[in-house]
């Protein structure tokens, strides 16, 4: 007899302990009624790509030298470009330059080494078409520009994490306008000499 | 009374290569008795792109980008690797500003990883809510990695002798509203998790690996710290500038999926406190701060020495291995993620050896597996937190 009792006891421990706990995992889940939600509803809100983001190639036709260096540092030498050697002013002549934007994966290796600074990344990431070789940019559409998306009157801009002022967590809490965190250099400036008096 | 007489058959199923809670394309081929598991052999090399061979025709600038493809959750590592292996080799110095930025970077990705793995280990044994819970983390933080290095997931961030650039304005002070958070966040997950009854049941004394077969069979991170075992790389090796961070390796004793969970969220916590120390400790402070000091300085002052900068020479696109071999490794989320390099002063390397992490911790799982019930092969094996991609490479 006595043993069932302690057995029972035992068992009403447990389920106390499980519901408890339980309970304590239910308060966290019930917690989130009153948050908003984080997701950004895409074609009419959309995020802002950051100032460094890697999207589609920008190619401007003038600067470049027909160096190749691009073609070197691309895993996969994708770039490419067609120039002749003009024997007249003893220069390489560029005719036609183009990135296949199906197969490069924006490692941003070319604009990086590129010594002439002729190739950009813009935020462009929108890049579906219905053929794959509507991909293949020449020289032409790599020097057109992407419309921002601060621009759009049909999107609200979304910021992300690194944009937000101190201490906000959430794209939605602040207006795409509001500033972000940290000073200024001139501002840290101003400051110190402030501080140090001259 | 006829008694029937049930001797099962031996059954052999098939789990995979594309099993809705399989962590990438693994098959496993499982000897069942009854709901007893005999055997299990896993069958790997769906993945397989032949990354060592590639590494062999490609530059170190080439082939960096295709590194964060190996474990593409703990993106961070495979850079850090790629480019310690020749930066030791040809004996480049790295800033103790670029040296300070790399660890901020590690041990987000570390946290990155951890949280994913949380997520998939908690959906593995049943429970989606987390799932999503780390998810918007996880987002935060590749809304971090994006604005220093341009893209969330494949960064192609690290350079030999440095990073690509400097951390970005305010970068660091939203790092450190992230950290805070993140350190709230991760109480949230113990309170809906760790004592939850059913999450108990199903982890508590599975998948056990005792201390010396954890060493034997080569295990490393998570799992091997948690069999009791305390070896981190980032305090064997001190590689970057870890001795300057205040921190304690995480480690248990049980050696059970249990006791890979708390490991695991105890790292993501150390995680979050080393950033917060380094964003005091980086040398210049923020990018806005060093530009200020700069101007306010001169031209000549310290603050254009070689430890103020990001990187300490743009590596150029015919930078050469230079002749010799040797190991390196770093301490990854996973475990110990190694390149064996051979060099014969050429701009390839001659032999780029992976040594990931998650095949060897995966070739355990048969072991682990063996004598438990068939539901428990997704917690196990979702505790051993493998990534196909780098199983495979
Ligand atoms: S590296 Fe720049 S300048 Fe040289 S070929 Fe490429 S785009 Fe032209
Ligand atoms: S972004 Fe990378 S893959 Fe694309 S063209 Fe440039 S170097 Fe090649």
Request: aromatic share 10%; glycine share 6%.
């Amino acid at each position: 007899m006595m043993k069932f009792l302690s057995k029972v006891g035992e068992y009403a421990r447990d389920a106390v302990q499980a519901a408890k706990y339980i309970g304590q995992g239910m308060m966290v889940t019930f917690d989130h009624m009153r948050r908003r939600p984080i997701t950004v509803r895409y074609p009419y809100e959309k995020l802002i790509p950051s100032e460094r983001f890697r999207g589609r190639i920008h190619f401007e036709f003038d600067k470049c030298i027909s160096c190749e260096v691009c073609v070197r540092v691309c895993p996969i030498n994708l770039p490419v470009v067609d120039w002749e050697y003009n024997s007249e002013i003893k220069k390489k002549e560029l005719k036609s330059y183009s990135i296949d934007f199906g197969v490069c994966i924006f490692c941003g290796n070319c604009v990086e080494y590129c010594p002439t600074n002729c190739l950009s990344m813009t935020e462009e990431y929108d890049l579906s078409t219905f053929d794959r070789h509507e991909l293949n940019f020449d020289n032409v559409a790599l020097g057109r520009l992407p419309t921002k998306v601060t621009e759009d009157p049909l999107v609200t801009p979304i910021r992300e994490l690194a944009y937000l002022p101190k201490g906000v967590l959430e794209g939605h809490k602040a207006d795409h306008r509001e500033r972000r965190a940290g000073k200024l250099p001139v501002e840290i400036i101003e400051e110190t000499q402030a501080t140090t008096g001259n | 009374m006829v008694m029937i007489e049930t001797k099962a058959e031996r059954m052999v199923i098939n789990m995979g290569p594309h099993h809705p809670s399989m962590h990438g394309v693994l098959r496993l081929i499982v000897t069942l008795d009854g709901e007893n598991i005999v055997d299990c052999e896993p069958v790997l090399g769906y993945l397989h792109r032949s990354m060592e061979k590639i590494a062999e025709n490609r530059t170190i600038v080439q082939y960096l980008p295709y590194v964060t493809r190996w474990d593409y959750l703990a993106t961070m590592f495979t850079e850090a690797i790629t480019v310690n292996a020749p930066e030791k080799l040809a004996d480049v110095p790295v800033p103790r500003r670029a040296s300070y930025i790399r660890m901020m970077m590690l041990e987000l990705s570390r946290i990155a990883s951890h949280l994913l793995w949380l997520g998939t280990f908690i959906a593995d044994i049943g429970a989606q809510t987390p799932f999503f819970y780390v998810f918007r983390e996880r987002e935060m933080i590749y809304d971090l990695f994006e604005a220093a290095t341009g893209m969330r997931m494949m960064h192609n961030y690290f350079r030999i002798g440095g990073v690509a650039a400097d951390l970005p304005y305010g970068w660091l002070d939203k790092c450190e509203d992230y950290c805070k958070y993140q350190l709230e966040k991760i109480d949230e997950y113990e309170r809906l998790i760790t004592n939850n009854p059913i999450f108990r049941k199903r982890v508590e004394g599975v998948g056990k690996i005792s201390r010396e077969d954890a060493i034997n069979w080569g295990l490393s991170g998570p799992m091997l710290r948690a069999s009791g075992v305390k070896w981190d790389l980032r305090k064997v090796d001190h590689y970057e500038l870890y001795d300057e961070l205040d921190w304690e390796v995480q480690w248990a004793t049980e050696g059970d999926c249990l006791a890979r969970y708390l490991v695991r969220v105890g790292e993501m916590r150390q995680s979050c406190k080393m950033i917060l120390q380094a964003i005091k400790q980086i040398p210049g402070g923020s990018y806005e701060n060093l530009e200020a000091q700069r101007v306010l300085a001169g031209p000549k002052s310290e603050w254009n020495s070689l430890d103020y900068q990001f990187i300490s020479k743009k590596p150029s696109p015919t930078f050469k291995i230079p002749a010799g071999e040797h190991y390196v490794r770093v301490e990854a989320p996973k475990g110990e993620l190694g390149i064996y390099l051979i060099g014969e002063n050429n701009v390839f390397p001659w032999r780029w050896k992976i040594r990931p992490p998650g095949f060897i911790n995966l070739q355990v799982l048969p072991q682990l597996v063996r004598g438990m019930k068939i539901a428990d092969i997704m917690a196990i094996l979702g505790s051993v937190d493998i990534i196909m991609g780098e199983v495979d490479r």
